[in-house]
């Protein structure tokens, strides 16, 4: 009964699922996505089949997501012709799209924004924040902050309050650090529980990295596995 978060998967089939045979993933466990698990690598659709058919599985939305969504919003508007629909969604996708069905189309657009627990909040990019560093009710966000929020990762913002913040959307490379996972310890703490924790930054650009990794909550243990090279 476990419970592992990860984000940015972006169509890394392979990978992710090396990851969940390296952390021993069972049935009784949890995967928390958080968002962008399409586009850029070559198994959008394989692998977003794959997520929604998963037990116990939190998935997001993140802005790849949510711009597949407003494509698949502007068609519904255009036309009534819905196979014509389908194939411009499929098209959308130019290494497996012929695996899009409407089924799966629809999942997305089901997705949340965010989860919350009381002891963390996840999300794809950010979550906003008063002047003191307070996070403000989620609920009362716009997807778009949630999902395009460009200065929450940056490391001078520490959110206060008694959660961790789990987020992704930039690679952690882009902030001149390793592909790994990062994390905001708070002062005084250890940082074996996740509220010792400011905030979680799980990017680790695997598009460019190659490296792909998840957080067991627990005991904050990170996992990773790596594209092996020909
Ligand atoms: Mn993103």
Redesign the pocket.
Known sequence: MKTYIIS?IHGEYDLFCRLMEKVGFSDEDTIISC??MIEKGEHSVRLAKLLFSMKNAVLLA???EYDFLKYYWSLMRETEDYGLVLRKLQEYFPYDGELLDWETADRFEALPYFYETEEYICV??GVPLDERGNILPLKQATPEQLVYDRNFKEPDILPRGGECVFF??TPTINLGLEPRIKCYLRDGKRGDHVRDYHKIHLDTGVYHSGVLGCLRVEDCREFYVRKTTL
Request: proline share 0%; glycine share 30%.
């Open positions: 940015d968002g962008d993140g802005n790849h794809h990019a992704g959307h």
